[in-house]
């Protein structure tokens, strides 16, 4: 039963930035550097392209997201942390 609540850790890279991912289940919150996606990101689109994956495997809303994020501009931020996501869905789905 503890292995339903374990944190998935991954990294997602683009270009020169780098995001650490930590995913859990949850309500769909997305916290990234300490602060909520669209207070960091700044604009609806880079909000949008990190958020994808979710988009594409129907799983909004399911997990909540802490990332650190380093490196490179805010597009290449947003690129990594999409890869990120991805890569931890993607765990969680070989895992359950």
Do not use: H
Request: hydrophobic content about 40%; proline content about 3%; aromatic content about 6%.
């Amino acid at each position: 039963m503890a292995a339903a609540t374990a944190e998935i850790v991954t990294v997602g890279r683009r270009k020169e930035a780098s995001a650490r991912v930590r995913m859990v289940p949850g309500t769909g919150r997305i916290t990234v550097n300490g602060r909520p996606i669209d207070q960091y990101m700044m604009r609806d689109v880079l909000v949008m392209l990190a958020k994808q994956p979710f988009d594409v495997t129907d799983t909004a809303g399911k997990f909540d997201i802490r990332a650190r994020c380093t490196g490179g501009g805010l597009t290449g931020q947003a690129g990594a942390l999409r890869l990120g996501i991805a890569r931890a869905l993607l765990e969680y789905n070989d895992q359950y």
